[in-house]
């Protein structure tokens, strides 16, 4: 099975630094490099996870230069602190809803809205027969 990449812009968004923090990180040995050069350069699991467990640690207080001191295994035991999501509950009859993420990418809220829409009129019709 293929590991998951992510490029740099895919980790961005994932955990909130920026291109030039990671990069930043990458030069002080807080993470390793990228697989691939330049353009081409990808990340993995391991990336996100350590990018995770530096923003704990920056969370709690200990600084960048503290945690470069850090063990490796001591920073493996530090849990990132979970995301926070914001879900929209649409609902679509009695009992059923469909859940969508608030940020929910524009071009995919049509094709929400056609499911909302489906969803409804096959349940419709079950009020009708009762």
Known sequence: MEQPSYTIDDLCKLTGYSRRTIRYYVSEGLLEPPAGRGRGGFYYDSHLKRLLQIR???????????????????????????TRETWLRLPICSGIELHVREDLEAGKRKAVEALLRIGKSLFEGEREKK
């Open 56 to 82: 704990a640690l920056k969370d709690r207080g200990v600084r960048i230069s503290e945690i470069q001191k850090i063990e490796p295994e001591v920073q493996a035991s530090v849990e990132p602190a979970p």
